[in-house]
Structure formats: structure tokens, C-alpha cells
């Protein structure tokens, strides 16, 4: 576990380790963030938001996010920034403050990131409907390579393309064991006639 200070973006959308995650940058506190980010190849925290909007006066995140790493970018037209950014590491948020532009600063501390675990023979369908969605959606879209004997990564995977609500994601984001998330992953494929 490390403590760090990064900015904050909170989102309406939850990123885990080793996703990706496609962002338009155009108020100037995102765009100035992100500069400074490829400028130093230094990192930003991705929030879910608890409190408030993406644009507009500062949200309140929730406590648990994902270091995030800029992996590609494009300037398709002055003022708007293209990033596609990379999960590496969960963190909790120990204090945030917002600057006088409006951009959040965090200092938070770590997660160590599930280590590799073998899935449960009980959640091995969970793997087969991700091979399922990935033929259908195309690899391209997801990171390489795929380890799908991995709960941790199958987990992480199924909870960034299933249509949960926010809250579902964050609890499953806060989970900290892979089969513990593939069990509540399973029940809610079953729930939704998924899975039988």
C-alpha cells in the first residue's frame, strides 16, 4: 500500500484494474488534468460519483476508485481531448479538496489488487458468458490477454460490460476477493435470465 496525491475525476461510471476506459476531456480543469498527465506520464483517479453531476461544480466521489494511466490520446479539434485510459490499481480516498478551478486533488492510499485466483468450479459459467460477450463485442474492446481461468480478471471484466446500476458496480469495485464478486456476478446473470 502506497499514499499518493493525484487528481480526481469522478464519473458516472465505475473503471476497474485493467479496463479501459474512453473519455472526452473539454471543461479546462479535465483538459489542464490531462495535459499535466501526459506531460509527467503520471497518473489520475477515476470515482464513481456519490453526490452530483460530471460537469459543473465539483462532485463528491465515493471512497473507493482506480488509478488510472492515460494509454492513448487524439486532439481531434482545439479544446477537446480524446483519452483512453487504462485501470491499474484500486485506492481508497483518504481526504480530497477542490482546487480553485474546480478539479478535485485526492490523497489516497492503495488496495493491493486481488492477487490471480483460480476460479470456483461453481463460477466457471461465468467465464463462458465473458467469451460469449467478447465473440460478440470483439477483443479489441477489452485488454489483452484474456485470463479467463483468473477470477479477479473475469470478474472485473463482467462488471465493466454487464448494464448494472452505479451502486452495483461500486460494490462489486469494493469487493476485494475475485470469487466473492464472480458470486454476486452470477446471481445477478441469473436474476436477469442470463444464466439458469
Not at 461453481?122 to 458468458?129: D, I, N, Q, T, Y
Not at 465493466?160 to 462489486?172: A, D, F, G, S
Not at 476477493?177 to 436474476?191: F, P, S, T
Request: charged fraction near 20%.
Amino acid at each position: 500500500m502506497t499514499i499518493q496525491t493525484i487528481p480526481l475525476f469522478p464519473l458516472g461510471a465505475i473503471l476497474f484494474p485493467g479496463g479501459l476506459l474512453p473519455l472526452k476531456l473539454f471543461e479546462q480543469r479535465y483538459l489542464e488534468m490531462g495535459k499535466t498527465c501526459l506531460r509527467g506520464e503520471s497518473p489520475f483517479g477515476v470515482c464513481g460519483i456519490k453526490h452530483g453531476a460530471e460537469v459543473g461544480a465539483p462532485a463528491t466521489p465515493f471512497d473507493v476508485g482506480c488509478i488510472a494511466k492515460i494509454v492513448h490520446w487524439d486532439m481531434p479539434q482545439l479544446g477537446i481531448l480524446h483519452i483512453v485510459a487504462q485501470g491499474e490499481i484500486r485506492f481508497r480516498v483518504m481526504t480530497h479538496r477542490s482546487q480553485a478551478d474546480g478539479l478535485l486533488v485526492g490523497e489516497v492510499m492503495t488496495i493491493d489488487n486481488d492477487e490471480p485466483q483460480s476460479i470456483a468450479p461453481a463460477f466457471a459459467v461465468c467465464a463462458e458468458v465473458l467469451k460469449q460477450i467478447v465473440a460478440g463485442v470483439g477483443a479489441q474492446h477489452f485488454p489483452t490477454p484474456g485470463r479467463y481461468d483468473d477470477s479477479t480478471w473475469v470478474g472485473n471484466r463482467l462488471a465493466e460490460v454487464l448494464p448494472l446500476p452505479l451502486m452495483t458496480k461500486q460494490r462489486l469495485l469494493e469487493l476485494t476477493d475475485g470469487n466473492a464478486r464472480l458470486a454476486e456476478l452470477k446471481e445477478i446473470l441469473v436474476a436477469q435470465g442470463l444464466l439458469s
